[in-house]
């Protein structure tokens, strides 16, 4: 009778496993690929300090009304075979609907896995600086006019481009066109995003 039991026991336990197996949440399954943030949780208006500042000499902006400190980035699950990341920022709803490329950032090694608040505020050796559409290759917060919160989509893409495969200073759409390069997705094995509202406080 007691053997009869533990075959029945071990036989439902087989089943589950079976069943979690299949959901994708037994133990060993690949987590997601996922882009977070301390500093402010995915769909909530971000801080002031993320906001950009007038600059010493610049023409007075009263729209950048912060300190210009990039946000606590962190990502993990990305797909088997990354080389290096893409890292972007943009505002969709900025110049008038034109959209405003706060960030652009590539040639991260697969190895880093995080950003520390106000790392990328300046130039690091853990990212290639692209060309933002304020000319800069470093995080540029937003100056965000009065009125309804723009969308800034923090997006990270997993590549197998060598971190040394793409020159200083390209543009976002640039950068895209190189990711883009062969067949199916080219060299993109995989992509997360992230969003913060902000409006002028």
């Known amino acids: 009778m007691l053997a009869q039991r533990m075959t029945i026991l071990f036989g439902a336990g087989a089943v589950v496993a079976a069943a979690l197996a299949v959901s994708g949440t037994a133990f060993g399954a690949a987590a997601p690929f996922k882009l977070t943030s301390t500093t402010f949780r995915d769909g909530t208006m971000m801080p002031a300090k993320v906001a950009n500042m007038n600059q010493p000499g610049a023409n007075p902006n009263p729209n950048c009304v912060g300190q210009n400190v990039s946000p606590e980035l962190s ?11 893409v890292l972007t920022m943009v505002d969709p709803e900025g110049r008038g609907g034109l959209g405003v490329f ?8 697969a ?23 304020q000319g800069v290759g470093n995080y540029s917060g937003p100056c965000t006019p009065p009125g309804s ?4 989509t923090f997006k990270i893409i997993a590549t197998d481009l060598d971190p ?33 509202l902000f409006t002028h406080p």
Do not use: R
């Not at 706060?102 to 090694?109: F, K």
């Not at 919160?149 to 800034?152: A, G, L, Q, R, S």
């Not at 067949?183 to 995989?190: L, R």
């Open 102 to 109: 706060h960030w652009v950032a590539y040639g991260i090694p």
């Open 164 to 196: 040394k495969a793409l020159a200083p200073g390209m543009t976002l759409p640039q950068v895209m066109q190189k990711v883009a390069e062969g067949t199916g997705t080219g060299h993109a094995k995989g992509a997360a995003g992230l969003i913060g």
């Open 75 to 85: 990502w993990s699950g990305e797909p088997a075979g990354t080389k290096s990341f």
């Open 149 to 152: 919160p723009h969308h800034y």
């Open 111 to 133: 190895d880093v896995h995080s950003f520390a608040e106000g790392e990328v505020s300046k130039a690091s050796d853990k990212y290639v600086g692209g060309k933002s559409t």
